[in-house]
């Protein structure tokens, strides 16, 4: 399969493209368009019309003329000025993903770059060759520009990157596969580094990752729901049906269809359940909500003009495209709907290890000087506790750069950065809640009484956790399993 760049980009593609190294292409039309671009912006240049970036300084730096005649000479010192990443090396999934979107974003045709330079970044994505950017370093504002520059300065022939599984020198990996010196030309060095590209990228991959999660999520509820023999009539389509929130109505019709056949619910003989049993609608619903409205503002952010400055028809405009308070506030949001996910499932691990609830023994003890599985609610609220830190929000942590003219940075990077690390954090509680529930079930009656979908992730946690020695190595033992209990439920919003 083939993935083509200048039209539009799925979030599937970006995913086939970072992990399962799939060929990008560039189509004739888009050649055509930054061929375009390209005609007007150099007409320009020959009519000395003052263009920033073109014939400027940067940033605070915008009102001093700069020699256009010089451009290489620029251009290699705008990047080696602008490439101040530290920490560890990003990974490479997210280093391709930064890749394939400024090259899809650049081959819209409005950023005047030649078409030698869209060819060259085609050609480090098809033959593997995956730049060594330093995660940290980007406000998320006038472009992600530190890693940026670490990217573009690789094209180069500078700075490193892995090849064949091993880390060398860009020159070398450069002279391995046969591809020549590349000089950059007029604002070239300035549209690789001036955009979102990899605040959107790492936005991109979480969002995909989450969306599994969430998947993954509601079959561990299935579980627990079943653990619990909760009320189902709080969570059916009818009742949920008088409110018009739409993640709402999702969740109440998939647990609705997911828990009919089940006779193990509706056995418990209270009135009303706990909070975080009855309102899973309202609660994951609104996550899902959330949810959909990042992703789409992720999936706009990479399919848009992402440059500064831009070309249009036969005018150029300076202006605010790099900016990333689209993604930064999409994953603030996110982050925070996960975090309140995560606390609702240490709720569920909580209150499996009630009597009331389980109807075996409080902490499923075995005798009264066991202390059971208590100890997975402690974990549990460790992990909560950690996501409540991750959660607060990025974007509203402003601080200005480039003197007075960089005012308002949006954090993008920081904020999607932290998506993985939750999600991470997510996983580790689905597993805990699944084998909480699992536990249960086993105990009462091997989960004879479940309905067909709670069986099937019954038999999936017990094919993982099987010959584990402590409840810490089938938890752990979990965390890959979460993509087979995905796979069991379809929340009916993208492909995966």
């Not at 391709?96 to 090259?103: D, H, N, Y």
Request: proline share 2%.
């Amino acid at each position: 399969m083939t993935i083509d760049i200048g039209t539009k980009l799925s979030l599937s593609d970006i995913v086939k493209v970072a992990r399962d190294y799939e060929i990008v292409r560039i189509t004739n039309e888009a050649v055509d368009a930054v061929q375009r671009s390209r005609r007007i912006l150099e007409e320009f240049i020959h009519s000395n019309v003052k263009i920033y970036g073109v014939n400027t300084g940067l940033g605070d730096l915008y009102n001093v003329t700069v020699n256009p005649e010089g451009v290489t000479k620029y251009s290699i010192e705008m990047l080696i000025d602008h490439a101040v990443g530290i920490d560890d090396y990003a990974p490479d999934d997210w280093v391709r993903a930064t890749m394939l979107i400024r090259v899809h974003q650049l081959s819209l045709g409005y950023s005047g770059v030649r078409d030698v330079v869209i060819e060259r970044l085609i050609q480090f994505l098809n033959e593997r060759i995956t730049p060594q950017i330093p995660k940290y370093g980007s406000v998320g504002a006038s472009g992600d520009l530190a890693p940026l520059a670490h990217l573009a300065l690789t094209l180069l022939g500078r700075g490193y990157v892995k090849y064949q599984g091993k880390v060398m020198s860009s020159a070398e990996a450069l002279k391995l596969v046969g591809l020549g010196e590349l000089r950059l030309s007029y604002k070239e060095a300035l549209s690789l580094i001036n955009g979102t590209s990899y605040s959107t990228a790492i936005a991109a991959l979480g969002i995909w990752d989450s969306y599994i999660l969430l998947r993954a999520a509601l079959i561990a509820m299935v579980l627990m729901l079943e653990a619990s023999r909760a009320a189902t009539a709080p969570l059916s389509t009818e009742a949920n049906s008088v409110k018009l929130h739409s993640g709402e109505g999702r969740i109440a019709n998939i647990l609705t269809n997911l828990l009919g056949d089940s006779k193990e619910v509706n056995t418990g003989g209270r009135v009303q359940d706990p909070y975080s049993i009855r309102c899973i609608p309202q609660v994951f619903g609104s996550v899902i909500d959330s949810w959909i409205w990042a992703y789409n503002n992720v999936m706009n952010e990479v399919n848009s003009v992402n440059d500064n400055p831009i070309i249009i028809n036969n005018n150029v405009y300076s202006t605010c495209h790099f900016h990333g308070q689209y993604v930064a506030i999409s994953t603030d949001l996110l982050n925070i709907a996960l975090t309140v996910l995560g606390n609702m499932i240490e709720r569920q691990v909580a209150q499996l290890l009630r009597r009331e609830i389980n109807g075996i023994s409080n902490y499923l003890a075995s005798g009264p000087w066991r202390v059971g599985l208590m100890l997975t609610q402690y974990t549990a609220a460790a992990l909560s506790a950690r996501l409540r830190e991750l959660a607060t929000p990025s974007t509203i942590q402003n601080i200005p750069t480039s003197g007075f003219q960089e005012d308002v940075n949006s954090m993008s990077a920081n904020s999607a950065i932290k998506l993985h690390d939750i999600n991470s954090i997510i996983a580790q509680l689905i597993s805990l809640l699944a084998y909480v529930s699992y536990t249960v079930l086993r105990l009462r009656d091997n989960c004879s009484g479940c309905g067909r979908a709670a069986v099937k992730a019954y038999n999936i946690v017990d094919k993982y956790v099987e010959g584990s020695q402590t409840h810490s190595e089938a938890v752990s033992r979990l965390t890959s399993a979460i993509n087979e209990l995905a796979g069991l439920v379809d929340l009916g919003i993208i492909k995966s």
